[in-house]
């Protein structure tokens, strides 16, 4: 069984291309092939074999970027771009998968089948002569423009970096100086964990304000991080190439394009979702701001909110965010989601000692009944040739004895002189969401891995199992079990759960228009209308509650939709959150954890993956069609 990564690969370009030319001689016998083993099974294959390599690449790059691994993997870019559209323009290939239809399938494989074949067309095999050419250009040219406004990002954000002195840092506790310590004095940077604590807790406002600027104008011509990463011209030019796929497909648009392969059918139904939604939330969110602005006592500007948010908190339910993080230090926290996962699934979590890319991975494995299901390397602290966010990347799907693979990547705290990492509340819903990205890869129990865990899975439905895990971080019987005071090892007392539930949908109606407004960004943007900017601008009016600084210029490192997969896809947040709020409510009314019903949801939605339509799956599960109510009521919106 393939079940260690190589994670120092050499001779990336020369791997890759000799296995690409390997996949030419499997799709060529495959083209001739009459029966599914022959067609599908060889082709499913050697794309495991393919995604491997690609995959360690790709998350190498990710988590241990340099300039000379990073210069090597760019080389191997339009190798595979250029591998993978041939074989979607192979007409031969193609016709071999139609004429599969007249052989004798299961329900799967009929799926299967017809999700590949809308795929090839979606994928441009019906082109001919030079719009074959050009639709073939353009996603090489696509993944090179994504892979250089990541590397853009990252550099602005690691490029900006300022020495302070204690006295500016009233407001600091001593797990948030711990973070910056450093020989020279005490260090601001704009990585996340370090940036969201200037903005809770430093009472400085000027210095909140520089921050502020220096995070929101990053990768742009305004910031004060070099222009030679402004990412501006590479936007543009990515969705420019990306109408032009659009208009070479007969499509109006590229959102148009999008939907095409996900559970909803329409722009327009998802416009009036997301409309839907901000109407639904709009005035709670003003009154929510209002109280905000009231108790500031000044007109808040956009550094103002999380400090004042805090405080407005504190005062409001009797405790600070601070308050809780020493009952959360990494180890236990774990400890809690291992165990939450065992009783909502019938399996066991376990670290395991094998060596890594980087002494902060952990490596785990999930086991049922004495036997391997599969492996998750954890990979949680924020490191400076690291990319920003948290994802999960699945490195090897179920196939034949070979278990599935799969890496968890945060931007978390780290321990400090000695001392354990200590984990804010919001830090441990991100590890609990990514879980269940990580569980609907390895719990699969699907043969075939073109539709095994997430493969397969429409876009809009992904996010069902990472959302519906969060809900569980706010039971207390969870709590008991991921909490433990640092210094006094007691659980987190009763009075400070009941506070953390009474604050849980604190803001809630803001946070949701912000979300709109990134989702409605995204489609209108890809509805080619104008300059993205002016689109944000427009929808902003719908959306806002607050001017934004002339110099913000957050889109210019917005990866998920420039380099992380969800371009006019973004709305898939909001979407799969009413289904994992319907699907929380039901489990919670027949059992909660443990149940049946909990382990209805690991049969037909987390070991079902994307052999069979989802929206049926989750019908399966559910008995019936999620329903809006759910979400508003998980958010605390009042209808």
Excluded at 27 to 47: Q, R
Excluded at 90 to 98: D, E, F, G, Q, S
Excluded at 515 to 543: A, I, N, P
Aim: some cysteine; aromatic content about 12%; proline content about 3%.
């Amino acid at each position: 069984m393939n079940l260690i990564p190589n994670f120092k690969p050499e001779n990336i370009v020369q791997s890759i291309e000799n296995i690409t030319k390997k996949g030419f001689e499997v799709v060529s016998s495959a083209e001739k092939g009459g029966n599914w083993d022959e067609v599908i099974t060889a082709t499913d294959n050697f794309e495991c074999e393919l995604g491997r390599l690609t995959s360690v690449n790709s998350h190498l790059n990710a988590v241990m970027f340099s300039d000379e691994f990073n210069a090597q993997y760019e080389q191997t870019l339009p190798i595979i771009t250029n591998f993978y559209s041939d074989i979607s323009s192979n007409k031969a290939l193609y016709t071999a998968y139609k004429n599969l239809k007249n052989t004798d399938l299961n329900e799967q494989q009929q799926h299967i089948l017809q999700e590949s074949i809308d795929g090839f067309e979606l994928s441009g095999v019906g082109l001919e002569g030079e719009d074959s050419k050009r639709f073939k250009a353009i996603k090489e040219q696509l993944s090179l423009l994504s892979n250089q406004f990541s590397k853009n990002s990252l550099k602005a954000t690691n490029e900006w970096i300022k020495i302070v002195e204690l006295e500016e840092l009233k407001g600091y506790s001593e797990t948030e100086l711990a973070k910056i310590k450093t020989d020279k004095g005490y260090e601001l940077n704009l990585q996340m964990p370090v940036y969201m604590d200037v903005m809770t807790y430093l009472d400085n406002r000027e210095l909140r304000e520089e921050v502020y600027r220096a995070y929101a104008s990053r990768a742009s011509e305004v910031g004060i991080t070099s222009v030679d990463f402004d990412n501006k011209a590479i936007m543009d030019e990515i969705l420019a190439l990306r109408q032009e796929m659009a208009d070479i497909l007969g499509f109006k648009n590229y959102a148009q394009l999008s939907i095409e392969s996900k559970m909803v059918e329409s722009v327009d139904q998802i416009l009036e979702f997301l409309t839907n939604l901000v109407q639904k939330s709009k005035s709670q969110a003003q009154a929510e701001f209002d109280e905000l602005s009231q108790f500031a006592g000044i007109v808040l500007q956009p550094w103002d909110l999380g400090f004042y948010s805090e405080q407005l908190k504190a005062k409001k339910f009797g405790f600070k965010k601070s308050d809780l993080t020493p009952y959360f230090p990494e180890q236990k926290v774990l400890e809690g989601l291992f165990s939450t996962i065992e009783s909502l699934y019938k399996v066991k979590v376990q670290q395991i000692d094998e060596s890594s890319y980087h002494n902060d991975v952990r490596v785990l494995e999930i086991t049922s009944n004495n036997q391997l299901i599969g492996k998750i390397y954890l990979d949680l602290y924020a490191r400076k040739d690291k990319r920003g966010g948290a994802w999960m990347a699945d490195y090897q799907p179920l196939i034949g004895n070979e278990k599935p693979i799969a890496f968890v990547v945060c931007n978390l705290n780290s321990p400090s002189k000695g001392k354990p990492a200590l984990f804010e509340f919001d830090e441990i819903v991100t590890i609990f969401h990514e879980f269940g990205h990580a569980l609907h890869h390895v719990l699969t129990k699907v043969k075939y891995p073109c539709a095994a865990g997430i493969s397969g899975v429409p876009w809009d439905g992904v996010e069902l199992p990472s959302q519906y895990m969060e809900f569980f971080c706010y039971e207390r019987s969870v709590i008991d079990k991921m909490s433990e005071h640092v210094e006094t090892q007691k659980s987190l007392p009763d009075e400070l759960y009941n506070k953390l539930i009474a604050s849980k949908n604190f803001q809630s109606a803001m946070g949701m228009l912000r979300q709109c407004e990134f989702s409605l960004w995204d489609l209108q943007t890809h509805l080619g209308k104008c300059d993205t900017y002016e689109v944000l601008t427009q929808v902003r009016q719908q959306t806002a509650l607050m001017s934004a600084i002339d110099e913000n210029r957050f889109l210019n490192t917005f990866g998920h939709v420039f380099s992380g997969g969800y371009a006019a896809g973004y709305f898939s947040y909001k979407w799969a959150e009413v289904l994992a709020a319907d699907a929380y409510y039901y489990v919670q009314e027949h059992g909660g954890i443990g149940s049946d019903a909990s382990l209805d949801f690991l049969h037909h939605i987390l070991e079902t993956g994307g052999s069979q339509d989802f929206m049926d799956s989750y019908k399966a599960f559910r008995g019936k069609k999620p329903e809006i109510n759910a979400l508003l009521q998980a958010n605390g919106i009042v209808i």
